[in-house]
C-alpha cells in the first residue's frame, strides 16, 4: 500500500483563536477527502491552532522564526514533509519548493493579493471595489507558493458574488465557507500529484480535465 504523504499545514491562527482551515484538512483525512498525514505548524506557541491541534490529536510545532530560508527549511526536515499547505499563514514564505508548497487565497489573484492583502484586509479591499463598481466577485484562489506573495500559478478560481448589503464581515464569512468546502479536495489533487508545477514556467502548470473551478492560471 502506497504510504501516506507528510503534510505540513502552516497556520497562524491568532492568540486566542482561529485554525479553522487547518480544522477542516485534519477532518477530510478523517473521512478519507485527504490523504494525507498531518502535522501543523504555528507563529503563535499557544492559540487557536494549537487548542484544535490538541483536541484533534495533530502534532503541533511553534515555530517562532526566522521566518528566513533557513527557518522554514528546519521545520520541513523536523516534519519530513512532503508538501507544505499555507491555511491562513500570514508570514511571507523563504527557500521552499515552490513545487510542493501551496497557498489558499480569501480573494481574486493577483489583482487582490500581495503584501498586506490578507484575511480581513482582502474583504474590505473588495467592499471598496465594489462600491466603486470596479469588482462584482470575489474569489476562492489556491496557488503554488514563490517567495513574492500570491504570485505563484493559481490552479483553482471558485468566484463569490459580492452582495449589495454585504460589509467585510459578510463577505469574509462566505468566502470562509467556500474555502471550508473545497480546499481539502483541492489540496488533496495537489498530495496525490494530480496538480503540478515544475515550480519555474507557469505555462507547465497541469491540472486534471472536468473538475469544477480549477485553472491554468
Request: proline share 7%.
Amino acid at each position: 500500500m502506497k504510504p501516506l504523504p507528510n503534510l505540513t499545514v502552516l497556520a497562524s491562527g491568532s492568540k486566542t483563536g482561529g485554525g479553522s482551515g487547518f480544522q477542516k484538512l485534519v477532518e477530510a483525512t478523517q473521512t478519507g477527502i485527504l490523504q494525507a498525514r498531518i502535522t501543523v505548524v504555528s507563529n503563535y506557541d499557544s492559540g487557536g491552532v494549537r487548542e484544535k491541534a490538541e483536541r484533534l490529536g495533530i502534532r503541533f510545532i511553534h515555530f517562532p522564526g526566522p521566518w528566513e530560508p533557513e527557518g522554514y527549511r528546519d521545520i520541513v526536515a523536523k516534519t519530513e514533509a512532503d508538501f507544505v499547505a499555507l491555511s491562513g499563514w500570514v508570514k511571507l514564505v523563504k527557500g521552499l519548493d515552490p513545487r510542493t508548497t501551496c497557498n489558499i487565497h480569501p480573494g481574486p489573484l493577483p489583482d487582490f493579493g500581495g503584501h498586506g492583502l490578507y484575511g480581513h484586509f482582502v474583504h474590505e479591499a473588495l467592499i471598496a471595489a465594489y462600491k466603486k463598481a470596479t469588482v462584482t466577485h470575489s474569489a476562492v484562489c489556491m496557488h503554488f507558493v514563490t517567495e513574492e506573495y500570491d504570485r505563484g500559478p493559481v490552479f483553482f478560481r471558485k468566484p463569490v458574488e459580492i452582495l449589495p448589503d454585504d460589509t467585510a464581515d459578510t463577505l469574509g464569512t462566505r468566502v470562509n465557507k467556500v474555502e471550508h468546502e473545497y480546499q481539502a479536495t483541492i489540496t488533496d489533487m495537489v498530495v496525490n500529484r494530480l496538480i503540478t508545477w515544475d515550480g519555474v514556467n507557469p505555462q507547465s502548470l497541469v491540472v486534471p480535465d472536468g473538475y469544477p473551478h480549477l485553472a491554468s492560471q
